[in-house]
C-alpha cells in the first residue's frame, strides 16, 4: 500500500508543476519563451502519465494479490 500512497505523492506533486508551467505559459510574453514553456509543460505531462500508469498496474497487482 505505501507504493500506492507513494506514487499518489508523486502524481500530486507533478500535478502541481503542470499548473505552474501552464501559468509560465501563459505569462510568457514572447513566442520563443512561450515554446520553451509548452516543452516543459508537455514533458511534465508525459511524466504524469508514466506515473499514473505506475500507479494504475500497481492497483491491479494490489488486487491481485501480487506484491
Do not use: H, W
Request: net charge positive.
Amino acid at each position: 500500500m505505501s507504493d500506492i500512497n507513494n506514487l499518489k505523492s508523486q502524481v500530486d506533486a507533478s500535478a502541481r508543476k503542470v499548473g505552474t508551467l501552464g501559468q509560465e505559459y501563459v505569462r510568457a510574453k514572447t513566442d520563443p519563451d512561450a515554446r520553451k514553456s509548452l516543452v516543459k509543460l508537455f514533458s511534465e505531462m508525459s511524466v504524469q502519465s508514466t506515473l499514473l500508469a505506475e500507479q494504475v498496474a500497481q492497483l491491479n497487482r494490489n488486487l491481485k494479490g501480487i506484491k
